[in-house]
């Protein structure tokens, strides 16, 4: 058997919300990063497209991968309610 960990491709998300879902993961205990590394900027040595940098692709574990889908199913909507409703009582839910 091998030590060696293999990922499988997650999906693309809102480069605002991958910290988020990055450490959802942590917590559950899945291995998950991003094609490229979400805090620095894209480089032009990746040629993956006109509308990706590849730091929005989100790779997990592929043991991993039904719990990491579940998660963003279920858990990460509630998560992103909550931080909404949390900015709506802080700044009175008014707009710009």
Same mark, same amino acid.
């Given at each position: 058997?091998?030590? *060696?960990?293999? *990922?499988?491709? %997650? !999906?693309? =998300?809102?480069?605002?919300? @991958?910290? @988020?879902?990055?450490?959802? =993961? &942590? &917590?559950? !205990? @899945?291995?998950?990063? *991003?094609? %490229?590394?979400?805090?620095?900027? $894209?480089?032009? *040595?990746?040629?993956? !497209?006109? =509308?990706?940098? !590849?730091?929005?692709?989100?790779?997990?574990? $592929? $043991? #991993?991968?039904?719990?990491?889908? #579940?998660?963003?199913?279920? #858990?990460?909507?509630? @998560? %992103?309610? &909550?931080?909404?409703? &949390?900015?709506?009582?802080? =700044?009175?839910?008014?707009?710009?």
């Amino acid at each position: 058997m091998s030590d *060696t960990l293999r *990922t499988a491709w %997650l !999906g693309r =998300f809102d480069p605002l919300v @991958i910290p @988020i879902i990055l450490d959802m =993961f &942590e &917590e559950a !205990g @899945i291995y998950a990063t *991003t094609k %490229l590394p979400h805090d620095q900027p $894209a480089t032009s *040595t990746y040629n993956l !497209g006109s =509308f990706s940098t !590849g730091a929005d692709m989100v790779l997990v574990d $592929a $043991a #991993r991968l039904d719990d990491a889908r #579940r998660l963003v199913d279920e #858990r990460l909507p509630r @998560i %992103l309610a &909550e931080m909404s409703a &949390e900015l709506d009582v802080e =700044f009175g839910g008014e707009g710009p």
